[in-house]
């Protein structure tokens, strides 16, 4: 079992920045992938970051590259999402997953452990 439970999320202006934090995400077989995810009211959930357990290899959507850094700490069983240059369409739900890989995981094919989620909001 993976017990996954997200932090950092609030209230902030365009241009701003959070740091979105999982705990629990310790390696297991179960979560050799974690990944962020998001979901706003009436639109279809989307990938936004995902990661191995090595941390070497990290996988981004495009409306987040060059923006957003997944990273992660086994030995403090943390996932972290540092989202800078904020904007509005950024705004939503956000959940981190774990998965035993990473293939499609924009697709949130594999994720079977899921977080509850934090807000982000991010104002014009």
């Known amino acids: 079992q993976v017990h996954l439970a997200e932090s950092g999320g609030g209230s902030v202006q365009a241009g701003g920045s959070l740091r979105l934090s999982c705990s629990g995400a310790?390696?297991?077989?179960?979560?050799?992938?974690m990944a962020w995810f998001r979901q706003a009211p009436g639109k279809e959930r989307e990938g936004v970051a995902a990661?191995?357990?090595?941390?070497?290899?990290?996988f981004y959507a495009d409306s987040v590259k060059g923006r957003f850094t997944i990273s992660r700490d086994n030995t403090k069983n943390t996932v972290s999402l540092q989202m800078n240059s904020l904007k509005p369409e950024d705004t939503s739900m956000y959940y981190c997953?774990?998965?035993?890989?990473?293939?499609?995981?924009?697709?949130?094919?594999?994720?079977?452990?899921w977080g509850q989620g934090t807000q982000v909001t991010v104002s014009s």
């Open positions: 997953a774990a998965a035993p890989n990473c293939v499609n995981w924009y697709a949130g094919r594999w994720f079977n452990y």
């Open positions: 310790g390696y297991t077989s179960s979560s050799n992938c």
């Open positions: 990661i191995y357990a090595g941390g070497g290899s990290t």
